[in-house]
């Protein structure tokens, strides 16, 4: 299993350092991608350097795309070609997708949200085209899982841990990391 999370210059640290931290615990292989550089700046000014660039990325090999939010970082995720095509093939393929906070209003606006359910930051509901939106902290939606914000990063990660190695994994992590 081989989980890529993507980066570009704006992202969330929280919601994108939290998800790389809990699959990493979870002895899931987390890729960090940059789509804007092999260093990338978050909202906050925190610099943190990819393990590869999106150029390198072989999607074959990915059985999950991650897309933190964070302001002007999702807009410069959805501006990447690149990130855009393999997320439509994700979907096409039935691949897993997870976005957290502004990050479901790019899977929105690709249209790739159509009959599913999903969370999101607040203000960003319109753009969950297609798709019902619950207030729910995180959301499980075929093979799409959406968070609602930084504050329940930890939980967005453990659903996505729960969701690809099982409930027993998160539970055993959680109460080694103190959040049971």
Not at 19 to 37: F, H, W
Not at 86 to 113: D, H, T
Not at 167 to 175: G, S
Request: net charge negative.
């Amino acid at each position: 299993m081989k989980v890529a999370v993507y980066f570009a210059t704006g992202y969330e640290e929280v919601e994108a350092l939290s998800v790389v931290d809990v699959l990493r615990r979870g002895n899931i292989d987390v890729v960090m991608v940059g789509v804007d550089g092999k260093t990338v700046t978050s909202s906050h000014k925190v610099s943190i350097n990819m393990d590869m660039v999106i150029e390198e990325v072989n999607h074959d090999e990915i059985d999950m795309m991650v897309l933190p939010g964070g302001v002007p970082g999702v807009y410069n995720l959805e501006a990447n070609d690149l990130l855009v095509q393999a997320l439509k093939s994700f979907k096409e393929q039935g691949k897993w997708l997870a976005a957290i906070c502004a990050g479901p209003s790019i899977l929105g606006n690709l249209g790739l949200l159509e009959g599913e359910q999903a969370t999101c930051y607040p203000g960003f509901e319109e753009k969950l085209l297609g798709c019902k939106h619950l207030d729910d902290k995180v959301v499980v939606s075929n093979r799409i899982i959406t968070g609602k914000g930084a504050g329940v990063a930890l939980e967005f990660g453990y659903k996505i841990l729960e969701n690809l190695k099982g409930k027993e994994i998160v539970d055993e992590l959680r109460k080694a990391m103190i959040a049971d």
